[in-house]
Every structure is written in C-alpha cells, then in structure tokens.
C-alpha cells in the first residue's frame, strides 16, 4: 500500500513537471499560424516563414524555406518560438535562448533588432502588399521630420526619378545624421534610402503623417508642410 501511495505521489509530480514544460498556446500565437514573409529592413533579402502548432522541445515548430539559410544564416540555429500572450515573439535555438525578438510595430508587422544581423522584419502576406498604395505624386512635397515632437529636418519629396528611386532634397540645417540621398515605395511603406547603412522605413499612422519603424524612445515623424 505504501509503495503504491509512493509510486502515485511520484507519478503526480511528473504529470505537473510536464505540464507546466508543455508550450501555451493562446490566441497571439493562433494569429502567427502559416505563412509570414522574412526579411531585413531594405527587403533585398526575403524569404517564408511557416509558423505551426507542432509542439517542439522549446516551443513550437517553424519552417523556413529552401532559400531562407543562405539569407539568412541564424536561420539555421533556430529551433523553434514562441508568442505569450502580452509578451513578445522570439524565435529560439535549441536550448531555448532568444536568437531574435520581434515587437509588433503595425497590425500584421513584426520587426526585430538583432545584434549582428540588423533588423528584421515579419509581415503577413496581405500586410506586405498593404490597404492602401501610395504613388510617387501622393508622395510629393515638402515634409518635416520630427524626432520627440521637434522639428530636426525639412526634406522635399520629388516625383522624379534618380538612380535608385525618387529624388530627395535635404534643407540646409538638417540634422547631421540624416544622409538620405532617395527615397521610394515599397508597397504600403516609405523608404528613406541613406548614403550607407540601413534604410528608414514610414508606415503611414493617422492625420496624414508617416510613423518610422524602429524609432526609438523619441518616436520620429514625418509631417507634411
């Protein structure tokens, strides 16, 4: 009888270690369920992620595919992820450790600031094409970038054409630190487009203005003049 009582008492504290290892599964990670476009933040790198329910050691399975690893070579480390309710989405290695962390910035878009890769992006299929396409004459103008509310640069937009994309015109007294020479569209997104390193990209927010991706703490808008 003793032995019977150990061997129950035993057996419930197996049943509670595994349950409380099993992953859950809550309405945050149900929305990640398929396929999601991967890229990097100027989007000349892109490929599929299929996230899905299959439980793994750390998590929950994901694929990537074929052409995924060669762009993108932490893609090989990573495991599986995981998306908890409130928190943020991480897809991890094999021991569980974060290789990166994506933050929804826009319904249907996650970004990813990774030490030593850049930033990455996941984007629904319907959020990469966007509710509403801009053209280059939509675009045109002249527009203030504001970083906390104030005013650090006035650029104009222009309609036509340079190397790379649109001609873009910085005022004197810009901040040192905003070397754009083009900019373009990328489906519902504005591309600002630097002499070297990583493009700014604008998701349109309300009132008109445009709200930057990976803006920091002092979020930086731009505003049309």
Do not use: Y
Request: charged share 15%.
């Amino acid at each position: 009888m003793i032995r019977l009582l150990i061997g129950l008492f035993a057996l419930t504290l197996v049943t509670a270690a595994l349950a409380q290892t099993l992953p859950v599964f809550g309405d945050a990670a149900k929305a990640m369920l398929g396929d999601w476009e991967f890229s990097n933040a100027a989007r000349d790198k892109v490929c599929t992620a299929t996230f899905k329910r299959d439980a793994v050691k750390v998590g929950f399975k994901v694929a990537f595919d074929a052409n995924c690893a060669s762009l993108f070579p932490l893609v090989e480390k990573i495991a599986g992820w995981r998306f908890s309710e409130g928190d943020n989405l991480f897809l991890l290695d094999a021991d569980g450790k974060p290789l990166a962390e994506f933050s929804e910035v826009e319904s249907g878009i996650f970004e990813a600031p990774t030490p030593g890769v850049g930033v990455l992006f996941l984007q629904a299929p319907g959020a990469a094409a966007g509710p509403t396409q801009k053209t280059p004459q939509d675009m045109a103008g002249t527009w203030a970038v504001t970083r906390g509310g104030a005013t650090v640069c006035t650029l104009t937009l222009a309609p036509s054409t340079s190397a790379d994309g649109f001609a873009l015109t910085l005022s004197p007294g810009c901040d040192a630190t905003l070397n754009f020479t083009h900019w373009r569209l990328d489906g519902s997104e504005l591309l600002f487009m630097p002499a070297a390193g990583t493009p700014w990209r604008f998701v349109e927010a309300e009132g008109g203005a445009w709200q930057r991706l990976a803006g920091g703490s002092n979020q930086i808008m731009l505003v049309r003049q």
